[in-house]
Structures are given as structure tokens and as C-alpha cells.
């Protein structure tokens, strides 16, 4: 079984930065992808950003830029930087880890961006 929490979410003005962090306990594979989700009212979760173990990395459209995902020496830490914030960014996010074995989520962290 598979434990995230994340933390670093709150309230910041547009054009500022958060940084969120989550870590994952319990028995993880070698091989994973790591991911930031997100989930605004009203409207679907969605992929933010996501970095295999080998560093490959992905990006949604409306983050490229301003977002930046980052993995801890363990590999069982994911980052994402996220500078320079809209309104629109307001969601809750999730961090999830997927690998052959496992599908995992943690409890989200709200960010709220005020214009």
C-alpha cells in the first residue's frame, strides 16, 4: 500500500509563487510517474504536471512556463514550483504516483490565487 500527503497549498495574489511538496510511504516500485493534478469547482480533474523516474517530464498547456515539476534525491518526493499564478489556477491538487502495481492519490492541498 501506497501513502501520499502533500503539503504546501494556501492562499497567495496573482503573481506569486507556492511551492507544493508530497511524499510517498510504503511499497513503491523503481519505476513510477510521479504527477500534480488538479481539480477547480465544477469542473474535472486534470494533469498539471507529471515526471517519470528517468526525468521525463510533461506539462499541461496552461502551466508550461510558470510550473515546474521537480522529483527529491530519493524518488519518492515530487515538487512543482509554481510561479507567476492566476485566478484560474485556483483548485485543489493532487499529487499521484502510478506505476505497474499501483494507482495512488493523495488528499489534496487547496491553492487559491486572488486577483
Known amino acids: 500500500q501506497v501513502q501520499l500527503v502533500e503539503s504546501g497549498g494556501g492562499l497567495v495574489q496573482a503573481g506569486g509563487s507556492l511551492r507544493l511538496s508530497c511524499a510517498a510511504s510504503?511499497?513503491?516500485?523503481?519505476?513510477?510517474?510521479m504527477a500534480w493534478y488538479r481539480q477547480a469547482p465544477g469542473k474535472q480533474r486534470e494533469l498539471v504536471a507529471n515526471?517519470?523516474?528517468?526525468?521525463?517530464?510533461n506539462y499541461a498547456d496552461s502551466v508550461k512556463g510558470r510550473f515546474t515539476i521537480s522529483r527529491g534525491n530519493a524518488k519518492n518526493t515530487v515538487y512543482l514550483q509554481m510561479n507567476s499564478l492566476k485566478p484560474e489556477d485556483t483548485a485543489v491538487y493532487y499529487c499521484?504516483?502510478?506505476?505497474?502495481?499501483?494507482?495512488?492519490w493523495g488528499q489534496g492541498t487547496q491553492v487559491t490565487v486572488s486577483s
Open positions: 499521484n504516483l502510478r506505476s505497474i502495481y499501483v494507482n495512488a
Open positions: 510504503g511499497s513503491i516500485s523503481s519505476i513510477n510517474t
Open positions: 515526471m517519470q523516474t528517468g526525468g521525463n517530464t
